[in-house]
């Protein structure tokens, strides 16, 4: 299960051992709104309340609304949005930022950065872009519909993370980090896809305008520079030339997430050796303080809020950047970025005309084939055979239904599946029936994942996960047995 944070966490825990709904809502809601990583509660709730806003008597309302239009201008550039477009061309880059440190932490201190770790979900990931593709291409290829081969290739990792939140505490851990580092090669799939598929025509000086601000804030980190303030502004301004380059802005903000550091500045060894001096300080401060002379207590408060100051500093130096980026961007990415996107792109009239349109149109059918199919076949045929072919191995405390269950809901494809769509069909006919299909596989597929997942954590499916502590109640004396079946049935321990 996500943590949730450790007094809220306490809180919940108190509650639920005298109520009902409290125990329900510890173990199986709160992480999908609670979680240090990206949530996806909220994103839930705003596509809910986007689709039945279009099929309410206040549809045509709610589309005009995200159409109107919202402009900034400085000097002669200008920046015309609707409200739905500035969802995708403002907002989303902050998502993909996330992305981008997230992918920088896997692949210098995480689950990517070390072979024996990355090698299964690697092949995994692998094999979850490839055969989606595959399979849309063949009932797409040649077709007006080629151009959305791009849909089905990515996962939506806040839905499938909070999948796994409600399957309980039985879930091994090594799920949730399966997922993660699957989700980490996935992500860097997609994002190669939206910058060499549906980059339109570049206009060059922009773009030279935004590499040498991206130089200037790469300066910033090498020299030391730690406000967060001119980092701020350079983002803002590498943001608005990579638009006015015809550049989509999530690279930018992919491209700004890989720039955060993630090594602290003071390192646990170096900070036990820095704070001898500071401390030595504050304890001599702390004695004037405690002086019959005014001046002396004077002079000891002065003294000991510099020795504070310089403790509070080093001990802010010992979390590393990208650690304190993402605990300021994740809430503002889960309860804000994500549900706006959700709210002004998730909407769509559901009509039985639309349904047919769907069941026979090859763009929709290769979206829910690929996803569907193409995720889940994806990856476990490429994890299979990576480990028959010695390449990988099934991580411990885990079974192959398991990595089935990880497979079907790598193809819940919401949030970028979506995005692609806008950038693949845009304005036609085909946006319409690509949307109603990743909807409808995204639900599709985080049931059946549900499903299998619970199943696979059941006694008898989680053979692998349980063998070992089945053995060990094997082993245990024949007396510890008996008295824990006895307690098992509700009767009293021995006096």
């Known amino acids: 299960m996500p943590k949730i944070p450790p007094r809220l ?32 509660g909220p994103l839930l709730i705003a596509t809910a309340v986007a689709i039945l806003a279009m099929n309410s008597p206040w549809a045509e309302a709610y589309a005009a609304f995200w159409q109107t239009p919202l402009a900034i201008s400085f000097g002669g550039a200008e920046l015309r949005y609707s409200l739905a477009e500035w969802a995708n061309e403002a907002l989303l880059p902050v998502f993909f930022f996330g992305i981008g440190v997230e992918v920088k932490r896997e ?18 990931a692998l094999g979850g872009l490839l055969v989606p593709v595959l399979i849309y291409l063949a009932l797409n290829a040649g077709g007006e519909g080629q151009r959305g081969w791009g849909i089905p290739v990515t996962m939506d990792t806040a839905f499938a993370l909070g999948i796994l939140g409600f399957a309980g505490h039985r879930m ?28 339109p025509d570049i206009r060059l000086w922009p773009l030279l305008g935004a590499l040498l601000a991206y130089a200037a804030v790469l300066g910033l980190i090498r020299t030391g520079v ?23 802005a999530t690279l930018a903000g992919v491209a700004l997430g890989f720039l955060v550091p993630t090594a602290p500045r003071v390192s646990p060894g170096s900070f036990a050796h820095k704070v001898r001096n500071p401390l030595r300080l504050f304890r001599r401060a702390y004695r004037q303080i405690e002086s019959d002379s005014q001046e002396r207590k004077q002079e000891g408060h002065e003294e000991a809020a510099r020795a504070l100051g310089t403790l509070s500093e ?74 028959r072919a010695g390449l990988a191995r099934l991580p411990e405390g885990t079974s192959w239904s398991m990595i089935a269950a990880l497979g079907i809901l790598a193809g819940i494809g ?22 109603i299909a990743v909807l409808i596989s995204s639900l599709v597929a985080g049931l059946l994942g549900y499903i299998m ?22 082993r245990a004396p024949r007396r510890q047995r008996v008295r824990a079946a006895g307690l098992h049935r509700g009767e009293d321990a021995p006096h």
Request: charged share 15%.
């Open 9 to 40: 966490h306490g809180k919940l825990r108190a509650r639920a051992h005298h109520s009902r709904f409290a125990r329900h809502y510890f173990q199986n809601i709160a992480p999908l709104f609670f979680a240090p990583e990206v949530a996806g």
């Open 107 to 124: 692949l210098t201190k995480g689950l990517l950065s070390e072979r024996a770790t990355a090698a299964f979900p690697f092949f995994g």
């Open 172 to 199: 091994p851990r090594i799920l949730r980090v399966l997922l993660m580092a699957f989700s980490a090669v996935d992500d860097i799939g997609g994002l190669l896809v939206i910058a060499f598929a549906y980059t």
């Open 226 to 248: 730690i406000s967060s303030v001119p980092y701020v502004l350079l983002g803002l301004v590498v943001w608005f030339l990579m638009q006015q380059a015809h550049v989509h």
């Open 314 to 387: 080093l001990s802010d130096a010992t979390y590393e950047a990208a650690e304190r980026v993402l605990a300021i961007a994740n809430p503002w990415i889960t309860f804000v970025v994500l549900p706006l996107f959700a709210l002004s792109n998730a909407g769509i009239a559901i009509s039985p005309g639309l349904l047919r349109d769907a069941a026979a149109s090859p763009v929709a059918l290769g979206i829910a084939a690929g996803l569907l199919l193409g995720k889940p076949v994806g990856f476990l045929g490429a994890t299979w055979l990576a480990c």
């Open 414 to 435: 919401f949030t970028v599946s979506l995005f692609i769509s806008e950038l693949a069909f845009g304005g036609t006919r085909y946006e319409d029936l690509a949307r």
């Open 453 to 474: 997942l619970r199943r696979a954590l059941s006694p008898r499916g989680d053979a692998g996960a349980d063998a070992g502590e089945d053995r060990g109640r094997a």
